[in-house]
């Protein structure tokens, strides 16, 4: 018996000696509450997500938060708050466009407030607010309080979003997606993607080609086999309705300051073309330096751009800015200088033009 005892304790005090066993054992016995802690790691993650500052005003003076999406009748109004003593809103860009007095917007002492009233199909979209922080004339968003919801106001007279045009051009760049923003006003409407010429539905594989219903249609990679002319389609209890026509255009232009040329062409007059190939969406400034500029020499400049398609299925903005000289003299002869910028930086390129 006593044997029994003695050899029985080397082995009750050996597991807590078992440094594999101490490490095994415990973390055994925390599977189970483990779950619960991930839970409660989600739920102080909702907790932060929940402490949005966006609420939304119901009937009788009820609030509620509202939901990432919700749906409302064409034709209702809401009203939103964000709490907060500085509210920056963001909301449809097109009401803006319109300065449509529909829309409302105050700051109170204690709250930001939107109303739009009478609400149509086209305000369908997102509607975010954020606290400004502020200190001097400098503000930035402060990322721990804001809010959004997007609203689709639904209409059965119009599927799609409407926009103010009736024909779109969206670029395709290979180097990152491009959206056909034909988005609906009924979140359960069935849209599908349609080539015009030849004439044919697109294939939606979820991978290359995504459907994003606050978006459109997304092309994740797109490639010159992508241009032409698209249309959507949606569905919804009713006759199906076709979206405005988009013409895709494939660029391919390297990414950085102006690809600048310059030339001159002197005769009476002496004309001096400063060019830019660049991407269609692209803008571009011009500036220029010329010999009789200190003096106020009265000079001509024009600055104009169109598309053009370079036959490879690739399509290109050129940008051109031209500057005349009249009755051209001598005091006009020099260098001619023109400095051609955009979002990635700008070019100098210049030429000298000498009185023969």
């Known amino acids: 018996f006593l044997i029994l005892l003695v050899i029985g304790q080397p082995v009750k005090s050996k597991r807590p000696k078992e440094p594999g066993e101490n490490k095994i054992k415990p ?108 200190s001097g004339n ?41 959206v056909i923003p034909c988005r609906v006003t009924t979140p359960s409407a069935k849209v599908t993607l349609h080539r015009e010429f030849p004439a044919e539905e697109i294939e939606i594989d979820g991978t290359d ?24 389609k949606a569905e919804s209890q009713g006759a199906p309705q076709i979206s405005i026509k988009y013409h895709l255009l494939y660029v391919e232009v390297p990414k ?17 073309i400063c060019t830019v190939l660049g991407e269609p969406d692209v803008d571009v400034t011009f500036r220029w330096q010329y010999p009789g500029q200190e003096s106020e020499r009265p000079v001509i400049i024009q600055n104009f751009w169109r598309l053009i398609n370079r036959g490879t299925g690739h399509t290109t903005r050129i940008s051109k800015s031209v500057l005349v000289v009249e009755d051209f003299e001598a005091r006009d002869a020099g260098n001619y200088i023109c400095i051609a910028q955009n979002l990635q930086g700008e070019t100098t390129v210049a030429t000298k033009v000498e009185l023969n």
């Open 27 to 134: 973390v055994n016995k925390k599977v189970k509450p483990r779950t619960p802690k991930m839970k409660e790691r989600e739920s102080a993650d909702s907790s932060l997500k929940s402490q949005s500052i966006l609420t939304q005003v119901m009937d009788k003076g009820r609030f509620q938060k509202p939901a990432a999406t919700l749906s409302l009748s064409a034709g209702e109004s809401i009203e939103l708050r964000c709490k907060g003593s500085n509210v920056t809103w963001n909301y449809p860009s097109y009401l803006d466009t319109f300065k449509d007095t529909r829309l409302s917007i105050k700051q109170l002492d204690r709250y930001g407030q939107l109303i739009l009233a009478n609400s149509t199909a086209a305000d369908t979209g997102e509607y975010s607010c954020w606290l400004q922080m502020c």
């Open 138 to 178: 400098k503000c930035r968003k402060d990322e721990t309080k804001t809010g959004s919801t997007y609203i689709f106001f639904t209409d059965k007279e119009e599927l799609f979003v409407p926009t103010p045009s009736y024909f779109e051009i969206v670029y395709l760049n290979p180097d990152k997606p491009a």
């Open 209 to 232: 080609i995504i459907y994003d219903v606050k978006k459109g249609f997304v092309y994740q990679h797109p490639t010159s086999d992508h241009k032409g002319i698209v249309y959507c």
């Open 256 to 272: 950085g300051p102006p690809s600048t040329t310059i030339a001159a062409e002197v005769s009476d007059s002496v004309r001096v």
